[in-house]
């Protein structure tokens, strides 16, 4: 059937396959799903979906991405082997949301969240007990998140906005190696 004009029209808008975010040994690469079942990054989590970004519309002008986790879970630890480490972004803000999945009762985030964020001073652990939401300020060290007493899967939103690519940077040493000294006071786990 031919398509109509309103089809073509939104067809550029529309993400009816969204992204995946694999570690090809030299970096993390966006993939559109190919195969089902989607791979996901660990038996708890099904790792960064990409719904909104500009590879899938190239005319959006921010990201999104969303992951269920169902069970303890940390990433971003010092240590990380999914080689996610604390981070920060100089061009965008990043908005993450923490949701449950009970219908019941919206107030049950499923779970608890530890998020850390900021560094010296003002580096916190933000802890979620209740869905919530966090703004990282461009510039902000952030990470690792943790999630405890998973109950019930956990659904996590990443908004970044105004953002074309994703560019993490990880705090380096003038010598290129990381700066373990900015991950002061960051848990390791907990
Ligand atoms: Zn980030």
Same mark, same amino acid.
């Given at each position: 059937m031919a398509k109509s004009k309103a089809d073509q029209y939104w067809e550029q808008y529309v993400v009816k396959r969204p992204g995946i975010i694999v570690h090809?040994?030299?970096?993390?690469?966006?993939?559109?799903?190919?195969?089902k079942p989607v791979p996901r990054w660990s038996p708890v989590d099904t790792g960064p979906q990409v719904a909104m970004a500009p590879f899938l519309v190239p005319s959006a002008k921010s990201m999104v991405e969303y992951g269920v986790i169902s069970g303890e879970w940390a990433q971003g630890l010092r240590n990380d082997p999914s080689k996610i480490r604390p981070h920060y972004h100089d061009d965008y803000e990043?908005?993450?949301?923490?949701?449950?999945?009970?219908?019941?009762?919206?107030?049950?985030?499923?779970?608890?969240v530890t998020f850390w964020v900021g560094e010296g001073d003002t580096l916190k652990g933000v802890v979620f007990k209740e869905?919530?939401?966090?703004?990282v300020p461009k510039g902000t060290l952030h990470f690792p998140q943790i999630m405890k007493n998973v109950k019930r899967p956990i659904v996590?939103?990443?908004?970044?906005?105004?953002? @074309? *690519? *994703?560019?993490?940077?990880v705090p380096l040493k003038a010598d290129g190696s990381i700066?373990?000294?900015?991950?002061?006071? *960051?848990?390791?786990? @907990?």
């Amino acid at each position: 059937m031919a398509k109509s004009k309103a089809d073509q029209y939104w067809e550029q808008y529309v993400v009816k396959r969204p992204g995946i975010i694999v570690h090809d040994g030299t970096g993390f690469k966006d993939r559109i799903w190919e195969n089902k079942p989607v791979p996901r990054w660990s038996p708890v989590d099904t790792g960064p979906q990409v719904a909104m970004a500009p590879f899938l519309v190239p005319s959006a002008k921010s990201m999104v991405e969303y992951g269920v986790i169902s069970g303890e879970w940390a990433q971003g630890l010092r240590n990380d082997p999914s080689k996610i480490r604390p981070h920060y972004h100089d061009d965008y803000e990043e908005i993450f949301i923490f949701m449950g999945t009970n219908p019941d009762d919206v107030a049950d985030l499923g779970g608890e969240v530890t998020f850390w964020v900021g560094e010296g001073d003002t580096l916190k652990g933000v802890v979620f007990k209740e869905p919530g939401a966090i703004l990282v300020p461009k510039g902000t060290l952030h990470f690792p998140q943790i999630m405890k007493n998973v109950k019930r899967p956990i659904v996590e939103v990443i908004i970044m906005c105004g953002a @074309g *690519r *994703r560019i993490a940077k990880v705090p380096l040493k003038a010598d290129g190696s990381i700066d373990e000294s900015r991950f002061k006071g *960051r848990p390791t786990w @907990g």
